[in-house]
């Protein structure tokens, strides 16, 4: 009988210590998925549906705030609102891809990512960046962690992972403030 509870026990331990790490576990495939450039692997690792959606979510709202109220208050203003977040959104689709991905999280703006290629060495060391460097990771809930990053201007860029089972992925990013 005391088998049974030492092993049962034991079982519960491993499973809480699996699911503990289990950020950390992401955030290496993470980075081993950017630093190779693999693709499918980083797709396995990131929820790209729930990643969209947030960050479109978050331009266009940073979007109407920037408009103020007499632009929204507009017709003409209304209307090119309503388009300018249609281009968001389709700029969002566009952009949040692996090398999208990859170059956030290594600080450095998408834009410059793409342009220059896929591993754009580190101008200092001649070695491609490394993705999620010097984050500080800390979890908000037993199914929510974050890895925060600082970006080019040292403001905090937060990569926020879900846990749905024992899986956990990315599936928010929070992008600084204006």
């Known amino acids: 009988m005391k088998r049974w509870i030492v092993l049962a026990v034991a079982l519960l331990l491993a499973l809480g210590a699996y699911v503990g790490a289990g950020p950390y576990l992401t955030v290496r495939a993470i980075r081993e998925a950017v630093k190779t450039q693999d693709a499918a692997a980083l797709s396995r690792q990131v929820d790209f549906p729930a990643l969209r959606a947030s960050l479109k979510l978050q331009l266009n709202d940073r979007l109407v705030r920037e408009a103020g109220l007499d632009l929204q208050s507009n017709l003409l203003g209304a209307l090119g609102l309503s388009l300018a977040g249609g281009l968001i959104g389709g700029a969002v689709d566009t952009m949040v891809t692996p090398v999208g991905l990859g170059a956030l999280m290594e600080g450095r703006k998408v834009w410059k990512r ?65």
């Open 114 to 178: 793409v342009d220059g290629g896929l591993s754009s060495p580190d101008t200092a060391t001649g070695q491609p960046p490394e993705p999620l460097h010097d984050a500080r990771y800390r979890y908000e809930s037993p199914s929510r962690f974050t890895a925060t990053i600082q970006d080019e201007s040292g403001r905090p860029l937060v990569f926020i992972m879900t846990r749905n089972g024992l899986r956990w992925r990315l599936s928010d990013i929070r992008l600084p403030a204006e």
